[in-house]
């Protein structure tokens, strides 16, 4: 108890320096073998008969479920506020939460291979199956709702979210559309120096737009096939350009905890909390904060955590190194996500060689291929040639992470048999999404229902 009232006061502090403000990346280097994954998973909840989005409250609701987890499973409730409304579960290290939209996530506990992993996202589905019998629900493991407009989706009652809705119109075009109608599978990733740490998140990012492609899987909008495979990709286009993207500044070699720092400091800030209560402070950047306070309250370390939380790149850096450029996937295909990061990441000869890949990659030529992307995935063009043919260099240097890394099942397979399904699209040249249209047409009478039956997870 002392540790924990230590720690609380420790995060109450008030940052009085630069330096104070890279706590929490040094705080999380650990050794190797201490290494382990966190892998995230969204999904849309919805009637199994017209894919209507379900709603938060209600006989038949996303709260409905969550009370059924608790019941049935042994899942702890959470509520932002005492006497506040249910919105997450924790049990062993994982947790349930929800989007704005009332999308479901499952935050994996920390393990240490993708055989975990998978077995951890069978077992929240096998808990899910039953209660979503019961209702006549389904689960769509896609990028972007498939059916839903803004008008059809519920608001999750979370104080953010409300400060988001308000602020992010403000700042792009589909702020909205990726609070409630987009959907990802993420991964975290441990580091065990600053040099380390970095470099990872050069290489994740340069790479992200790649990875987006190889798992684009969201090629509908309202009802209809809108001509591109990740709509996903195009929202994150046009959100929030000062908390977005894939940060020019750490691009370049010798980048420290301080540049990232640099860039999350001039990054607005949505609120901050003090004795339990929510004040909304979204005309500030954490610099000013720093410097100046807000209405009497001075930073302090627990409001720089919060803020590093509220920042949306491509690849995130906090107490993991969290990459998060892809859309969600069916269950069949979710743990190639983190397969293909683990590959990477945690061997020293695929990052050595995922660097040397992408090390000529400039900024701007990034920036330019990610409309390309969201359109048409692997058959974009990057530098005159279709990104598929790198997508299969990067396949290959993961597979030869993971044969390397040489954690094995129960039937004595090494994790490179997570990528066998996604390596089968490669070598066609498609993404999920190519899968998922194959032989649709708007102007077929049943594509709502074929759109559910192949979305659902």
């Not at 498939?146 to 999750?156: N, S």
């Not at 919060?306 to 969600?328: C, Q, W, Y």
Request: aromatic share 8%.
């Amino acid at each position: 108890m002392a540790d924990a009232s230590q720690a609380s006061e420790s995060r109450s502090e008030p940052l009085k320096t630069f330096d104070d403000l890279l706590f929490p990346f040094h705080d999380a280097l650990k050794p190797e073998p201490l290494h382990r994954i966190g892998a995230e998973a969204e999904k849309f909840g919805v009637d199994a008969r017209t894919g209507a989005a379900i709603p938060y409250e209600g006989e038949r609701s996303v709260l409905t479920v969550l009370q059924a987890l608790v019941e049935r499973h042994g899942w702890t409730p959470e509520h932002e506020a005492p006497g506040g409304p249910l919105i997450a579960l924790a049990r062993a290290g994982a947790s349930v939460t929800l989007e704005p939209g009332g999308q479901l996530e499952l935050s994996g506990a920390p393990l240490e291979n993708i055989h975990q992993i998978c077995m951890e996202m069978c077992g929240h589905l096998a808990e899910l199956r039953d209660i979503s019998a019961e209702l006549d629900f389904v689960w769509l493991g896609i990028g972007f709702h498939p059916f839903a407009a803004q008008a059809d989706l519920p608001w999750v009652p979370k104080a953010r979210y409300a400060i988001m809705r308000r602020y992010l119109p403000t700042r792009g075009a589909h702020g909205l559309d990726m609070m409630r109608r987009t959907a990802t599978v993420q991964a975290n990733f441990d580091y065990a120096t600053e040099e380390r740490a970095m470099r990872a998140l050069r290489v994740a990012l340069r790479l992200s737009p790649l990875v987006t492609a190889i798992f684009a899987n969201s090629p509908f909008y309202e009802g209809a096939l809108f001509g591109g495979r990740s709509y996903r990709a195009r929202v994150w286009l046009d959100v929030d350009p000062a908390r977005q993207g894939l940060l020019r500044n750490v691009l370049e070699r010798g980048r420290r905890f301080s540049d990232y720092v640099a860039w999350a400091l001039e990054a607005p800030m949505f609120l901050i909390k003090r004795d339990g209560g929510v004040i909304e402070n979204t005309g500030q950047t954490f610099r000013e904060f720093l410097e100046h306070g807000f209405q009497g309250h001075r930073a302090t370390r627990a409001d720089w955590e919060m803020h590093l939380n509220t920042l949306f790149p491509e690849v995130r850096l906090k107490r993991t190194i969290e990459v998060r450029g892809a859309d969600s996937l069916p269950a069949n295909l979710v743990c190639a996500l983190p397969a293909l990061w683990a590959g990477i990441l945690y061997d020293a000869r695929a990052l050595d060689e995922a660097d040397a890949l992408s090390e000529s990659f400039r900024f701007d030529e990034l920036e330019a291929v990610r409309p390309q992307i969201a359109e048409r995935a692997l058959r974009a063009t990057f530098r005159g040639k279709p990104l598929a043919a790198l997508a299969e260099r990067l396949l290959g240097i993961a597979s030869g992470g993971l044969a390397r890394r040489a954690r094995m099942n129960r039937n004595g397979k090494d994790e490179r048999v997570h990528l066998e399904r996604i390596g089968a699209l490669l070598a066609k040249g498609q993404s999920p999404a190519d899968a998922l249209v194959e032989g649709l047409s708007n102007d077929d009478p049943a594509l709502r229902s074929k759109i559910l039956d192949r979305a659902r997870i």
